[in-house]
Structure formats: structure tokens, C-alpha cells
């Protein structure tokens, strides 16, 4: 990698691609994170080769983008908003409010628990493992409303599993429960800055609308409605996963409690 002279900036970074610009020709490259690169982890440095198949060259990338997954999703819908594809944009920020869900979860049941979890390495790994495919199988079925309904319930509630077996407890325990948190729940929460966000959460209608766009319907969305959406997902998911504290690496969470948090 050392012997390739040059290197570029990713022009653009998206959920699925990346493009970035071949210093020899000139010409812009789309990579694809899984096919054509086979990591879907954020790009620091990779060697690539030009894809325009009279240069081919060899150059190096860098500076992709280390955000979420969902607040990805939600970048996505710029390009899509502005080439008119606003079903696509309605699928991708319902999708971006249930990999923040399942981000929750995750977090909240296994990468927090691991990272405090007093046993030893092999035996925490171990437990990680078995307790992560226990939520998968605990969740998989569950769509949008009953993945809110454990978000906003388990915010609610403030009982956060301390270890791993605290964690197996509360995963076994797991259930969705019929309403969603009232505004008297919500405004109970210590935490003042959260009880807005939480209620808009609580009501917004993007899965509605997502479910007129894919079943038999096939509905086709204004733009009015999507910019709507569009706007509302940003003023909510961003800001929430900053104030949450929540990170796609379960390691960042292992390295805090190693600095003694």
C-alpha cells in the first residue's frame, strides 16, 4: 500500500457505496462496501483499483464516514429527495428508526453488560455470543411498533442490566407490552431533554406511510410528505443516539470501561 503514490478524499459515502475520484484519469469510481471492497466497517485507508476499464490504476482512499448505520440511512434520502425517488427515501428512514431501535437494544443488553461484566474474557465472549443470538431470536419477528414499544418502555423503565447475567434476566423477561408510554410516563423521566424527542418518537406515522408505499397500495408519496418526514427524522434520531451515548462498535464501549468509566 506504501507503494502507491497517490492518495484521495472519498467524495461521497453512503450506507451501500462510496465514490471517490482516480487521481490518474480523472474519472469517478462507485465502490460497493460489500461486493466490491468486502468490509463494512468505515474505510480509514484501503488500496483500491480504478473501475473504469481503460485505467484500472492503483490508488489509496481515506475519510470515510464513522457514522451510525441509521443516521446513514437518513444521508441517503438527500440524494434520493433530489433524484425524485421518494419511495425509496420513505423506505429508508422507516429502516433508519428500526436499526436505531435494534442499535438501542443491543447496546442496552449486550454491549453495555460486556463491557462491565466482571468474568474473564473467554467466559464474557462466550456469554456475549449465546445472549446476542438470544435477542436476535427474541426480536426477529417484531416490526416496527413492538421495536418502539421496547425502545420507549426500557427508557422508561431505567432498569439497565449491569452484567452479562443481569442481561440473560432481562432478555428472558422481554416482553411488548399493548400501549406505548403515555405523556404522564414520559414526563416523569429525570432526564427533561429526552421527553420531547421521545414523544415525537412515540407518534411519528413514517411506518404508516412506509406500509402505504410497500403493500398492495403502492402508494407514491409527495414530496411535501417525504421532506416532512425527512425533516422530522433528523430533528430526532441524530440528536437521540448523541444524548444515548449509542455506537455501532460494541469495542467503544469495552475501551470506556477500560478508562475507568
Known amino acids: 500500500m506504501n507503494e502507491i503514490p497517490y492518495t484521495v478524499h472519498i467524495n461521497k459515502t453512503a450506507y451501500e457505496n462510496i465514490t471517490a475520484a482516480c487521481p490518474c484519469c480523472g474519472k469517478e469510481s462507485i465502490f460497493n462496501r460489500a461486493t466490491d471492497l468486502g ?7 484501503r488500496a483500491v483499483f480504478c473501475l473504469n476499464p481503460s485505467c484500472g490504476k492503483p490508488f489509496n482512499i481515506k475519510g470515510d464516514c464513522v457514522n451510525s448505520v441509521s443516521e446513514m440511512l437518513i444521508f441517503d434520502c438527500d440524494e434520493l429527495l433530489e433524484q425524485k425517488h421518494y419511495r425509496y427515501c420513505v423506505l429508508s428512514l422507516a429502516q433508519a428508526y428500526e436499526v436505531f431501535f435494534s442499535l438501542f437494544l443491543r447496546v442496552e443488553f449486550l454491549y453495555k453488560p460486556y463491557a462491565a461484566d466482571p468474568n474473564e474474557n473467554a467466559v464474557k465472549l462466550h456469554n456475549f455470543n449465546r445472549l446476542a443470538k438470544q435477542l436476535s431470536k427474541k426480536v426477529e419477528k417484531y416490526a416496527f411498533p ?11 423503565s ?8 443481569d442481561a440473560e434476566a432481562a432478555i428472558g423477561k422481554l416482553k411488548v407490552r399493548k400501549d406505548c408510554p403515555n405523556d404522564a410516563d414520559l414526563e416523569s423521566l429525570s432526564d427533561k431533554e429526552l421527553m420531547p424527542i ?8 413514517i411506518d404508516k406511510l412506509r406500509n402505504k408505499v410497500v403493500h398492495k397500495q403502492a402508494y407514491r408519496p409527495t414530496w ?10 433528523r430533528k430526532l434520531l441524530p440528536p437521540l443516539t448523541w444524548h444515548l451515548g449509542l455506537h455501532d462498535d460494541p469495542g467503544w464501549y469495552v475501551g470506556e470501561n477500560l478508562a475507568g468509566r
Open 146 to 156: 413492538k421495536m418502539r414499544k421496547l425502545f420507549l418502555w426500557q427508557i422508561v
Open 224 to 233: 411535501e410528505e417525504v421532506e416532512s418526514a425527512l425533516d422530522e427524522c
Open 39 to 45: 468490509v463494512l466497517t468505515p474505510i480509514a485507508f
Open 198 to 205: 421521545l414523544k415525537a418518537i412515540r407518534d411519528t406515522q
Open 158 to 165: 431505567g432498569c439497565s442490566p449491569l452484567t452479562l447475567a
